[in-house]
């Protein structure tokens, strides 16, 4: 006989005997199973009535919206951290509040009103009895707002000038809470049999096997299910729990003890909650939850195994921002669907004609269904009251005609206990078949998805081309190449440019014709640490070979909210002229004076030329400069000046014109002259002659002035010729040979070379 269930995910509700021996035992099969009807999946044993898994999961995950919210925003928005921050932030402040208001809010009160009658009394009696308590609670009001809006807020301080970016990071979070949600949902539900066995869930034995399985078999043909889940047991002979997981069903010993009736309705009420996949809902906003389920599950299990009071106080005080906020956010917003669906079960119950039994178990117990974990303890708390339950189980059973369901027979509240409720039908409990979704939805869907990667790959080609590490390399050898210092300079970081300073100066060197910019540029590598890189470049500059790096630096704006453009952090060069030489210029351009430390001029990257000034005296030899990119500092200049060629002709020709001048005097001592004739006696009549000019030596003082001195071995003669008057009266002819040496200053005046015959 072929078989009636071909779906290997379910096993069939009613198993019809096969003729002969049959195939060999699976030894690995649990005691009591039916025969597995194909191979086993990862996926096996999953409720019937969806097309595949993945409607499966997609149905249980996104039918909790609330819980989903509630979930993602205490966890992904750290709530507990702002809760704790909130009362220490109102605590510490209202403390300050009480000590102000009790001392100083009078203070603060206006003098009209303080001078008004009778109001300024009723003021001055209120502030002094109660403005401790006034200053205290507005204070703590502050404290409190001002803790909450602290952790909310600055995670998402550097978002606010980029509304792109706020909601990109906000996608960004949603989609590490989704697919943690996921992953999670994922995780129990493949890995639901060994997380269930390491639990203490066991296979049944041949016993129970031959007293429950026959009950819950008979349970999904009721209901219309043609497949059961696996059923697995736990030794507890004093609790009657049971639990529906997303493949399996736990049920513990001590419900052997219990009437069929009973057990038959505690199966019904578990195989709905399978059906409708209740735990993939609960196993999604658990996981959107799960850093704070994780810390939760600590305070929870140390109470659970430390029961006493001592040991909840001391707990709670440690965890009080968890606890607080798995109680009155997490939970409150997941328990409305988790009170729909213990109703839809208990519906379920009805639906199989079991409503004695399912009213005997709420009876007898608050609930039937325990949790493992902290998160299962405190979602079982919000279950419905046992006594609305029985409400809705007296009314569903007291329906005349199960034709048409109302949807209010699952509404979860006791608002509407009184209310008649339509009776309850497969459809109407279970809905229509799960579907692949409509042609419409996915065409949405595609478009959509068409949208995103062409929005992708756009924004991708435009962060490659325009806003990549290498980009800012490349537009700023571009731009040096193009002798446009303004460019170089946008595509430096805002501190790099500061340091630049003048950028007329810079600009203007830079568009000179002596300027020579980097060639041949190659940018070999960049090597990039988060937002920080290093760009490695080989150039050819000034005829040699050069290799260089570049530190880059990923700027915190965005172009259009969604580019971060990246700049280069080593700014120009520094250059230093030496002091005292005015007139110096760098590629013709004329740098202004310094002061005694001298002037420090920012260079680009490239060849320049320093010059220095020159005149009718000297002149300083132009200065190579190479500038590599990245370099910090290039040095300084060594501007010396020299004497020109005709600098010592001219300073021999003037000595000589200073001398014959000085010949010519007829007297004994010629004013402002180097020599001089004495004897003791009084000269009637002289005449000079300069048998030999001194040799002189030029030193530079400064570009324009030069000290003229000379050699002692270098001296000069001026020949003597006269008369003198002797003691009688008589003349005596006389010829004396002076040596001497001349001295002075030779500068340039108006352009022409002058010499100032003295000392310095």
Request: net charge negative; charged share 20%; with cysteine.
């Amino acid at each position: 006989m072929s078989d009636p269930h071909p779906d290997p995910q379910v096993r069939p509700a009613v198993e019809e005997p096969q003729p002969g021996p049959g195939p060999a035992a699976d030894p690995d099969a649990h005691v009591g199973d039916p025969p597995h009807h194909g191979s086993r999946t990862g996926f096996a044993d999953r409720p019937p009535g969806y097309p595949n898994a993945w409607v499966w999961l997609r149905a249980g995950i996104l039918r909790d919206w609330r819980g989903v919210l509630g979930a993602f925003v205490a966890t992904w928005f750290y709530l507990p951290v702002a809760l704790l921050a909130a009362v220490w932030g109102g605590l510490l402040l209202g403390g300050t509040g009480l000590f102000l208001g009790g001392t100083r809010l009078s203070d603060a009160v206006p003098p009209e009103l303080r001078d008004a009658p009778l109001v300024g009394a009723l003021l001055d009696a209120f502030l002094n009895r109660s403005g401790g308590l006034v200053g205290g609670f507005l204070f703590f009001v502050a404290g409190f707002l001002g803790g909450i809006l602290a952790v909310l807020v600055l995670p998402w301080r550097d978002a606010f000038d980029e509304p792109a970016n706020l909601l990109t990071g906000l996608a960004g979070v949603v989609a590490a809470a989704v697919l943690t949600g996921v992953l999670y949902t994922l995780y129990r539900v493949l890995l639901e049999p060994r997380l269930l066995a390491v639990s203490g869930a066991r296979r049944l034995s041949r016993r129970e096997a031959e007293r429950l399985r026959p009950i819950l078999h008979e349970c999904a043909r009721r209901l219309g299910l043609p497949g059961v889940p696996r059923l697995l047991i736990e030794d507890d002979p004093v609790l009657t729990n049971a639990r529906a997981y997303a493949r399996h069903v736990v049920v513990t010993t001590s419900l052997l003890t219990e009437s069929d009736e009973d057990v038959a309705a505690l199966l019904s009420h578990e195989l709905v909650h399978w059906r409708t996949g209740d735990e993939v809902t609960s196993a999604f906003v658990r996981g959107v939850a799960l850093p704070l389920v994780l810390v939760h599950a600590v305070p929870t299990w140390l109470m659970r195994t430390f029961p006493h009071p001592a040991t909840n106080f001391v707990v709670f005080v440690v965890f009080w921002p968890v606890l607080l906020t798995m109680k009155y956010v997490v939970l409150p917003l997941h328990s409305r669907d988790v009170r729909a669906a213990e109703y839809r079960a208990d519906a379920g119950a009805v639906l199989a004609g079991h409503t004695r039994g399912m009213r005997d178990m709420l009876e007898r117990r608050k609930s039937f269904e325990s949790g493992r974990s902290g998160w299962d303890e405190a979602v079982c708390a919000t279950h419905p009251p046992s006594e609305l339950r029985l409400d809705r189980l007296d009314r569903l059973a007291a329906a005349p005609d199960p034709v048409h369901a109302d949807d209010r027979a699952h509404a979860d509240d006791p608002a509407d206990a009184g209310e008649p409720v339509a009776p309850v039908t497969a459809a109407q409990l279970f809905g229509p078949p799960g579907g692949l979704g409509t042609p419409r939805s996915w065409l949405v869907a595609g478009v959509v998805m068409l949208v995103c990667c062409v929005g992708t790959g756009v924004l991708g080609v435009a962060q490659w081309a325009l806003f990549r590490p290498g980009a800012v390399v490349d537009s700023y050898f571009e731009a040096l190449a193009d002798h446009d210092a303004r460019a170089a300079l946008e595509q430096l970081t805002p501190g790099a440019r500061a340091a630049a300073g003048a950028d007329d100066l810079l600009a203007r060197m830079v568009e000179a014709k002596g300027y020579q910019p980097p060639t041949d540029v190659d940018v070999r590598s960049i090597d990039r640490t988060g937002d920080k890189a290093v760009a490695k470049v080989s150039f050819q500059l000034a005829g040699r070979r050069l290799d260089a790096e570049l530190p880059l630096e990923r700027q915190e704006s965005a172009t259009l909210g969604l580019f971060h453009e990246w700049r280069i952090v080593a700014g120009p060069a520094t250059f230093q002229l030496p002091d005292g030489q005015p007139g110096l210029t760098v590629n013709g351009v004329a740098v202004p004076a310094g002061g005694d430390a001298g002037v420090s001029v920012p260079l680009l990257p490239g060849a320049y030329t320093v010059d220095g000034r020159r005149n009718a005296l000297s002149e300083t030899p132009a200065q190579p400069v190479v500038v590599v990119p990245g370099q910090e500092s290039v040095g300084s200049a060594e501007l010396v000046p020299t004497l020109t060629p005709d600098a010592r002709r001219t300073a021999e020709e003037s000595v000589r014109r200073y001398l014959d001048g000085c010949a010519a005097k007829r007297v004994a001592a010629p004013e402002g002259c180097p020599f001089r004739y004495y004897n003791g006696s009084t000269v009637k009549k002289i005449a000079w002659k300069i048998t030999e000019y001194p040799t002189i030596e030029l030193t530079l003082t400064g570009p324009t002035t030069a000290r003229v001195a000379t050699p002692y071995d270098a001296q000069g003669s001026a020949r003597a010729t006269g008369t003198t008057t002797d003691y009688f009266g008589g003349s005596t002819p006389f010829t004396d040979d002076e040596t001497f040496g001349v001295s002075g200053v030779l500068s340039v005046v108006d352009g022409t070379l002058t010499f100032l015959p003295g000392d310095e």
